[in-house]
């Protein structure tokens, strides 16, 4: 195994499905600029009530990439 260098960002995805989809938002949106990403982290989970349900979940991920070169 090689050595690895990570570049990490952080981004919040929201879905009005679940806390899951929120994340598959995140990581398509970031992979649609960023390229080699790896591995992400969820640091946050928040949520908005309406009408005491869950209408909108948003979650904060971190995210690792390798660097080119």
Do not use: C, P
């Not at 195994?1 to 970031?30: C, F």
């Amino acid at each position: 195994m090689s050595d690895h260098v990570y570049k990490i960002l952080e981004v919040a995805g929201s879905s009005t499905e679940s806390s899951d989809q929120a994340v598959r938002n995140a990581l398509a949106k970031a992979a649609e600029t960023v390229r080699n990403l790896r591995w992400f982290e969820v640091t946050e989970t928040r949520g908005h009530i309406e009408d005491q349900k869950i209408a909108h979940w948003q979650v904060t991920v971190r995210i690792g990439f390798t660097l080119d070169g």
